[in-house]
């Protein structure tokens, strides 16, 4: 073919504003998701570093903590209450601009359309929309910093009454708190134009051929995570808008009455039930968990059968797991609240459905195995990552079938055995599936190669710096370490721990610094990187048959069509181990 | 990479391509690609009304809970103009499709005629809305006064949220419509804002049995 056989009418536009700020291309959107995602990253983990430092040096005066907060850190000494806004402020900008943001809205964006065939997403303006809705919705939630009183205090699920009672709960739960939720419900608008996009582009413009079990597994994962977040964030919306009015409009929706805060009784609430938001919380808030990992999933799946050079062992009953994952996802909020004085009937069936988790969940690990097993291993940095995700995978879930259990969580609740678990299955293995995409499909978005030797150093330090971090908090948890404190330094019974928290400390230290070959290795490539050919990995999906970085919109005017499914590496008898998904259906050589 | 050498930057302008049918993976089609075809746009629509269903019924189960947990759950004495304003979007409802099958009669006069009608009744709806809030006011009614009250005002202002969303869309369609510039491709936004408006019409008659009946 000389010529597209019909060529597009669609141009790029011109001008710098639509090109690249305002833009409709879903390549550019999904790249702003990116950077938005990791500057988000960056200041949550600054944030970390200084709780981290401040739990084993909790009489330290610190000269530039008393410019940077006068009161809350008043001659350099770091108050409890600073210390729970900056835990507030890492899990909310960890959770919702980073875990929620990068791997669904920006890998997701510029490569749903791409791996589908697609021109671009259903609806661009929508699309836009929902960038700068999101990014508006982190200026207000950063804004929080600066108001008077500070960041708020309560949490990432800011439970009320504290979240809901106002500036007399603490400095940061005055306007802090409420630009919290203002943040929070502006971020639910923009997940839920972004899910409207996602789903109908999947089911409405797949190309010719694309059948749903010819889809690559990461388009599966984000259709199920998109499907996720319209459900959850429909109910945030409706929970963060009671609980605004709570604080600015006197209602009572969540405050009970007889609240006695700061030595005054509080007589403008009553009747409000704080179990209510915990009820709408969760039923978001367990959701939210795979709307992080399963995308994180799909390109572990995606990534495994590509550098395995075999195809995915049980494409369809990763497909139908990961249907089951989002299904169950719905019906297990109440084992974030087993302690909430439930009743144990409730709690044993919400245990039971959260041990049927597992299942789906084991399912996904031994399909995993399966692909490697007998594979020709390429150990590129980016399948390196994907086996790092397979590890904090198992690791962390294992410790969820210990929370999941009434009896036990009985115990665990509300120790670090519970934040080393999130951290783990949430937190590192979400970010682990984020890198391994970043130096698998960077070629593809900036048309440079990143460098490996750098990103294998930058993995095997990350490797052993998250596990340094977070295992011993399972540990710590045992002994009953409980989260959320700022300082254990005059607690007889922890004093055996505090080793151990320095230990940990240093390991973030540790990642933290490590974090910085990445970013080294990230701008250094974008712009020196060596160029990337069409298809460097020998991969078989759609975006590998197009340019690096593909054309506006991406098939050039052609319409792809498609032939084989997407993981038919090493077949027998073919030309090479590869078979595209666009190849014509007789470069499957014919049985017999 | 036979096909690699076809992809080019640069763009030979023509018509655009003939629309194909099919497309959702089936081997008898492909899609046409940027821009929201209409199927696209019926499943936005779908997935939408999905969201807000969520949304509504997440008040609404907070409300249940909120008013089996407390004795302080107090009757709001409903507006009677709530009866009128419920007759208006249903009149509005049904203007919008003697509109429609005017338009596939191929009357557009009668479709502009009715679908103005339609779009003028949506605003009287958010008219009579506010009169009613108005008349709670001077009753001494106010968000905060009882949980009843407090959900009143909530369901309500979500509701006429979406409204304002409906009748611009309506607003839309009818000033293209009055301007003569209601090609085919216009027809999808007729249909997708019609439909999402009986949504908003069948919600209300719920809100308005769950006000009557629990609140």
Not at chain 1, 24 to 34: N, P, R, S
Not at chain 1, 70 to 79: E, I, R
Not at chain 1, 293 to 321: D, E
């Amino acid at each position: 073919m000389s010529a597209p056989a019909h060529a597009s009418a669609h141009h790029a536009p011109s001008g710098f504003w639509r090109k690249y700020i305002f833009s409709l291309d879903h390549k550019v959107i999904g790249i702003q998701y990116y950077f938005l995602g990791l500057f988000s990253v960056f200041l949550g983990m600054s944030l970390s570093l200084l709780m981290r430092f401040h739990m084993v040096n909790p009489e330290a005066k610190v000269s530039w903590f008393a410019k940077l907060w006068p009161t809350a850190a008043a001659g350099g000494l770091m108050s409890p209450e600073l210390y729970l806004s900056l835990m507030t402020m890492h899990g909310t900008i960890m959770v919702f601009f980073v875990l929620t943001t990068v791997p669904q809205s920006g890998f997701g964006n510029y490569f749903l359309p791409i791996q589908i065939g697609a021109e671009d997403m259903a609806f661009p303006v929508l699309n836009m929309m929902s960038f700068w809705t999101t990014f508006l919705a982190l200026v207000v939630m950063v804004a929080a910093f600066f108001v008077q009183g500070g960041a708020p205090l309560s949490g990432w699920t800011a439970y009320p009454p504290l979240s809901g009672a106002g500036r007399i709960t603490g400095p940061g739960e005055g306007m802090g708190q409420t630009l919290w939720i203002l943040s929070i419900a502006i971020f639910c608008g923009a997940s839920l134009m972004g899910a409207i996009n996602f789903i109908a582009t999947t089911v409405d413009l797949r190309c010719k051929g694309m059948k749903l079990m010819r889809m690559p597994l990461t388009c599966w994962t984000w259709l199920v995570t998109a499907i996720l977040g319209l459900l959850g964030f429909a109910v945030l919306l409706a929970a963060g808008v009671l609980l605004i009015l709570d604080r600015v409009a006197g209602s009572s929706f969540f405050l009970p009455s007889g609240l006695f805060i700061s030595d005054q009784i509080i007589a403008n609430h009553k009747g409000g039930s704080p179990l209510l938001w915990q009820h709408l919380f969760w039923f978001f808030g367990h959701p939210e968990v795979y709307i992080a990992i399963l995308p994180g999933m799909g390109v572990t799946s995606h990534l495994l059968a590509t550098f395995a050079r075999k195809p995915v062992f049980g494409y369809k009953a990763m497909v139908y797991a990961v249907l089951a994952i989002g299904f169950l996802g719905f019906l297990v909020w109440g084992h974030h609240m087993f302690m909430s004085g439930m009743n144990p009937y409730s709690a044993m069936a919400f245990s039971v459905l959260t041990m049927c988790i597992g299942v789906p969940s084991a399912i996904k690990t031994f399909n995993w195995i399966g692909t490697l097993w007998g594979g020709k291993i390429h150990f590129t940095t980016s399948m390196m990552f994907a086996l790092g995700f397979v590890s904090l995978f198992v690791t962390g879930g294992l410790s969820g079938i210990f929370l999941g259990q009434p009896a036990l969580d009985l115990y665990f609740h509300d120790t670090y055995f519970v934040v080393g678990h999130f951290h783990m299955i949430m937190g590192v293995a979400a970010i682990f599936g984020m890198f391994a995409g970043t130096f698998y499909w960077f070629p593809k978005m900036f048309g440079r190669m990143m460098n490996e030797t750098l990103g294998k150093i930058h993995f095997y330090l990350t490797f052993l710096g998250v596990y340094g971090i977070f295992t011993p908090m399972h540990y710590v948890g045992l002994v009953g370490n409980p989260r959320r404190y700022s300082d254990f330094s005059n607690v007889e019974y922890l004093a055996g721990v505090i080793p151990v928290h320095q230990f940990m400390t240093y390991c973030a230290y540790f990642t933290a610094a490590a974090q910085i070959i990445f970013v080294i290795n990230l701008f250094w490539s974008i712009r020196k990187g060596p160029k990337a050919p069409v298809n460097p990995w020998n991969a078989t999906s759609l975006e590998w048959t197009v340019p690096s970085p593909p054309p506006f919109d991406n098939f050039a005017g052609v319409h792809p069509v498609v032939n084989h499914g997407p993981y038919e590496y090493s077949i027998p008898g073919a030309e090479r181990d590869f078979i595209m998904q666009t190849d014509p259906p007789s470069a499957v050589p014919a049985e017999g | 990479m036979g096909m690699a050498g076809s992809f080019t930057h640069e763009y030979i302008q023509g018509p655009p391509p003939p629309p194909i049918e099919g497309g959702w993976g089936d081997d008898g089609g492909g899609n046409d690609g940027r821009g929201s075809s209409r199927r696209a746009s019926f499943t936005g629509l779908w997935v939408l009304l999905a969201a807000s269903t969520m949304l509504f019924a997440a008040f609404t189960s907070a409300m249940v809970v909120r008013r089996g947990l407390s004795d302080d759950w107090a009757s709001t004495p409903k507006p009677p103009i709530l009866f009128v304003n419920t007759a208006v979007l249903l009149l509005s409802s049904a203007a919008l499709d003697m509109a429609r099958r005017a338009l596939k009669a191929g009357a557009r006069e009668r479709f502009n005629t009715w679908w103005t009608t339609g779009t003028v009744l949506g605003f009287l709806f958010l008219g009579g809305q506010t009169l009613a809030w108005l008349q709670l006011k001077d009753a001494g009614v106010f968000i905060s006064t009882n949980p009843s009250s407090s959900f009143f005002y909530v369901l309500t202002a979500a509701h006429a949220f979406h409204l304002l969303g409906g009748v611009s869309a309506l607003l839309y369609v009818d000033v293209q419509a009055l301007r003569l510039r209601l090609g085919p491709a216009k027809r999808t936004a007729i249909d997708v804002s019609a439909i999402f408006w009986h949504f908003l019409d069948g919600l209300w008659l719920y809100l308005m049995v769950l006000f009557y009946v629990w609140g």
